[in-house]
């Protein structure tokens, strides 16, 4: 991470291209680069939360729109009654890479649990 951030930040400032596929005013969703399931989307704050240590009363409010945006999602691709996978990472153990919250969506294929 640097002074402006991660490559999320570059994202959502339209410095850096991406696939966005949905925005409101807290979220960005967009595809991810190294998809793992047919549908693979990373719903992100438009604020910066490094990890999910990080979630706390005063953001607390873009965790839950990031859950409003996959629902909303999920229900305009047509996924909502097959069914999903929302994932968090959170650190080493986690493996996450980039250090801005996101959520993976995971769709359009049965997920294998547990998942290793
Ligand atoms: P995580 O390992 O949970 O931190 O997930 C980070 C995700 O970001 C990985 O699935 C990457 O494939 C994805 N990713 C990294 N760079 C980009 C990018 N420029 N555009 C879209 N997805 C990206």
New binding site residues.
């Given amino acids: 991470m640097t002074e402006s951030g991660t ?1 999320f930040d570059q ?1 959502i400032s339209r410095e ?1 291209a ?1 696939d966005i596929v949905y925005e409101d005013q807290y979220v960005l969703g ?5 998809p ?1 399931a047919p549908i ?1 989307i ?1 719903f992100i704050p438009k604020l910066r939360i490094a990890t999910h240590n990080d979630i706390n009363i005063d953001n607390i409010d873009y965790v839950s729109k990031m859950h409003l945006a996959i629902n909303h999602y999920v229900n305009q691709i047509g996924e909502a009654e097959n069914g999903y996978r929302v ?3 959170c650190n080493k153990n ?5 250090f801005h919250i ?1 959520m ?1 969506l995971l769709a359009g294929r049965a997920m294998n649990w547990p998942p290793g």
């Avoid at 986690?94 to 980039?98: C, E, M, S």
């Fill in positions: 490559i994202i850096l991406a967009f595809k991810d680069i190294n793992q693979h990373l994932v968090m990472n986690g493996q996450q890479t980039v996101h993976h």
